[in-house]
Nanobody
C-alpha cells in the first residue's frame, strides 16, 4: 500500500506561481512512476504531467507545456509540480498518482495508476 499526500495548493492571481508537493509513504519510491492529474468541477480527471522512475523521462499535457515543471527527489520520496504563469483555467483539484514499474515508462492515463492522493485545491483568480 502506498500513501500519497499532496500539499501546496491555494488561491493565486493569474500569472502567479505555486509549487505542489506529493510525499509518498513507501520504501521503494524510486520504483514508482509518478504523475499529476487535475479535475475541475463537473469535468473528468485530466492528465497534467508524468515522470519516470528515474526522472529521466518527462511528459506534459499540451495545455501546461512551458508553464509547469514536474520533478522528483527519490531521496525524499517526493514529487513536485512547479506551476508558473497560472491561468484561471488551471483551477482544479490536483491529484498525485503512483504506479509501481520495473522500467522507465511514462504513463498518462488515469486507469494506469493504482495509487492516488486525496488532492489539493488550486484556484486561480482573473
Amino acid at each position: 500500500q502506498v500513501q500519497l499526500v499532496e500539499s501546496g495548493g491555494g488561491l493565486v492571481q493569474a500569472g502567479g506561481s505555486l509549487r505542489l508537493s506529493c510525499a509518498a509513504a513507501v520504501r521503494t519510491f524510486s520504483r514508482y512512476a509518478m504523475a499529476w492529474f487535475r479535475q475541475a468541477p463537473g469535468k473528468e480527471r485530466d492528465f497534467v504531467a508524468a515522470i519516470s522512475t528515474s526522472g529521466d523521462s518527462i511528459y506534459y499535457a499540451d495545455c501546461v507545456k512551458g508553464r509547469f515543471t514536474i520533478a522528483r527527489d527519490n531521496a525524499k520520496n517526493t514529487v513536485y509540480l512547479q506551476m508558473n504563469s497560472l491561468k484561471p483555467e488551471d483551477t482544479a483539484v490536483y491529484y498525485c498518482a503512483a504506479k509501481y514499474l520495473t522500467g522507465t515508462f511514462i504513463l498518462i492515463m488515469t486507469g494506469q495508476y493504482n495509487y492516488w492522493g486525496q488532492g489539493t485545491q488550486v484556484a486561480v483568480s482573473s
